[in-house]
C-alpha cells in the first residue's frame, strides 16, 4: 500500500557546511589567473538567450515569488512533567516524609510551511496541517516584511486554511488557474521553505492527475516531481503562465520526485465559505459505496467499469428516502457523470445541504432516476465491527469456486477455507459473510450453495458483510 507523508513540521538545525577560507582563496586565484581578461565582445556576466521553445524559468519566478510567503506557526507544547525534589522547605520536605512534587513544563515549537496570498485583503491560502493547533503564526513576504496572522478559515477533510495578515498593505497577488485545464507533462514550477530555505524554487512536470492517495474521501492530487520537501506544504504549484494549479500538501517518504498537491479548483470551490463562514458546509448522500472492478461491471451489466457501487444505505438518510437500495449502481448525479467511486463524494460534496439532486442508477441492469435532498455532511463515527458470526455445519461449495462455508450467527453463510487457486481466491476471505448471490438473499449455508450452483456461467455477484462493511465481489465461474 502506499505510504503518504504530509510534510510535516520540523525543527530548524544548521544544514549548510561552509567551505574553508584557505580552500576558497586558493580556487580564487587560479580562477584569477587562468581567466582572460574581458572583452567587448565577450562581457562578463552576460544573460545567455533563451533557446526558441524552452521555458523562461527566471522571469515566471521574478513575477510570482513576491505572492509567495513563508509561514512559522508556534505551538505550545506541554512537555513531560519535571519532578521537584520536596518543598520549598527541602529539609523539611526530607523530615517530614512529604512526596516530590511535579511542575508541568511548557516547550515552544515551530512549524514551518508555505502559502501565497490571494487578494488585495490580505488573505493567504495554505494547508490546514501547517498551523493546526498553532498559538501564534507569523508570515514573511518576498520583501521581508513580516505579519501576524489570525487563521480564519479551515477545512480539515481537504486540508485547506486561510489566514488573514494583520495590517498588510501593497500586497502582490497570485493569480489562480484552472486545475482542470492541466496536461499531464506540462511544466509546473514550485516554491516554498523547504527546510526553513525561504522561496526555493523547483522544476518539473505534472506526473499524474486525479490520484488517490488514502488521505481521505476527496482524494483527487496532481502528481509532480518538482521537487517538495518538509516546509513546502501550503505553497504554490504555478504552470508557465504564472497561475496557481496546486497547492503542495504531501510526499511519498519511500520515493523520489513524487510529490502530490490539491488541485486550485478544490481550493476556489471552497475559498468564499472559508472568507466568510470559517468552514465549509457540504452535503451528504448518507450510502456507503465500492469500487466496480471488470468481473463486477460484468456481472452487473455493465459495458465497462464505471460508476459507485452501493453496499449499504443509511437508515432514514437521503439515498433511504430517496429511494436507493444496496446493489445499485450510481452513474450520474445531477448529470455530473461518476466514472469511478472516489468521484461520488466530491460530486455530491459540491453540493450544499438541502440541494436537491437526481440521480441516475442502474438496478437490476436497467437505468432509472431517483431524486434525493442532501443532509448537511458532519463527522461520522467510526464504524463498528457487527457482532460474532460464529459459523456452524459447514460444507463445500461444488465446482470450481473452492469455499467451504458454515451458517453465520445472525443469517447468511460465513467463509471458513478458501481453496488456493479457486475460482474465489483471493476474492474472498475467511470470515466474510455471504448475504446474497446474484441478487439471491442467502439465509444459510444451503442456501449459498443452491445458489452458486443455479449461478450460470460467467461472472457470478456476491454481495457479503466484512469486517462489519457490507461490499460486493465478482467471481468468474468458468
Keep these: 500500500m502506499l505510504q503518504i507523508k504530509r510534510l510535516w513540521p520540523f525543527s530548524i538545525l544548521p544544514i549548510l557546511s561552509i567551505v574553508s577560507l584557505g580552500a576558497l582563496s586558493v580556487g580564487c586565484k587560479l580562477a584569477d589567473a587562468a581567466a582572460p581578461p574581458p572583452t567587448a565582445q565577450s562581457a562578463p556576466f552576460a544573460t545567455p538567450p533563451v533557446l526558441a521553445g524552452a521555458p523562461d524559468v527566471a522571469t515566471l519566478v521574478a513575477k510570482v515569488n513576491p505572492s509567495v510567503v513563508n509561514i512559522t506557526a508556534v505551538h505550545d507544547v506541554k512537555a513531560p512533567r519535571i519532578p521537584i525534589p520536596f518543598d520549598s522547605d527541602t529539609f523539611g520536605g526530607i523530615f517530614q516524609g512529604r512526596a516530590p512534587r511535579e511542575r508541568d513544563s511548557t516547550v515552544r515549537q515551530r512549524a514551518l510551511g508555505t502559502g501565497f496570498i490571494v487578494d488585495n485583503s490580505g488573505h493567504v491560502a495554505t494547508n490546514a496541517h501547517v498551523v493546526e493547533g498553532a498559538n501564534r503564526v507569523r508570515v514573511r513576504l518576498a520583501d521581508e516584511r513580516e505579519f501576524e496572522a489570525k487563521v480564519i478559515g479551515r477545512d480539515p477533510r481537504l486540508d485547506l486554511a486561510v489566514l488573514e495578515l494583520q495590517g498588510a498593505k501593497d500586497l502582490p497577488v497570485a493569480s489562480l488557474g484552472s486545475s482542470g485545464e492541466i496536461r499531464v507533462g506540462q511544466y509546473v514550477v514550485a516554491i516554498g521553505n523547504p527546510f526553513g530555505l525561504g522561496h526555493t524554487v523547483t522544476m518539473g512536470i505534472v ?171 458532519k463527522d461520522e463515527p467510526t464504524d463498528e465491527a457487527a457482532g460474532s458470526t460464529a459459523p456452524t455445519s459447514a460444507k463445500a461449495t461444488p465446482g470450481a469456486y473452492g469455499l467451504v462455508l458454515g451458517n453465520a450467527s445472525g443469517g447468511g453463510a460465513q467463509v471458513q477455507r478458501v481453496q488456493p487457486g479457486g475460482a474465489a481466491d483471493e476474492l474472498l476471505a475467511p470470515g466474510d459473510v455471504i448475504l446474497e448471490v446474484n441478487h439471491q438473499p442467502v439465509a444459510n449455508t444451503s442456501d449459498a450453495i443452491k445458489a452458486l450452483q443455479a449461478a450460470p456461467k460467467g461472472s457470478v455477484l456476491i454481495k457479503l458483510r466484512r469486517e462489519g462493511t457490507t461490499t460486493y465481489v465478482g467471481i468468474d465461474r468458468k
Design 207 to 377: 506526473s499524474a492527475k486525479g490520484r488517490t492517495i488514502g488521505a481521505g474521501a476527496y482524494d483527487d492530487f496532481i502528481q509532480t516531481d518538482a521537487s517538495i520537501n518538509p516546509g513546502n506544504s501550503g505553497g504554490p504549484l504555478f504552470n508557465l503562465q504564472g497561475q496557481v494549479v496546486g497547492i503542495n500538501t504531501a510526499i511519498n517518504p519511500e520515493g523520489r520526485g513524487i510529490g502530490f498537491a490539491i488541485p486550485v479548483d478544490a481550493l476556489k470551490e471552497v475559498l468564499p465559505q472559508l472568507l466568510t463562514t470559517g468552514h465549509v458546509a457540504r452535503g451528504r448522500l448518507g450510502v456507503l459505496i465500492q469500487h466496480i472492478d471488470p468481473t463486477l461491471a460484468t456481472a452487473l451489466g455493465l459495458d465497462h467499469a464505471k460508476g459507485a457501487l452501493v453496499g449499504e444505505v443509511e437508515p432514514g438518510g437521503p439515498g433511504d428516502k430517496a429511494g436507493l437500495r444496496s446493489g445499485d449502481v450510481i452513474l450520474e448525479v445531477d448529470k455530473d457523470a461518476v466514472d469511478d467511486a472516489h468521484e461520488l463524494p466530491r460530486i455530491v460534496a459540491r453540493h450544499a445541504p438541502g440541494a436537491k439532486v437526481a440521480i441516475k442508477i442502474l438496478r437490476d441492469k436497467s437505468t432509472q432516476t431517483v431524486n434525493a435532498t442532501l443532509d448537511p455532511l
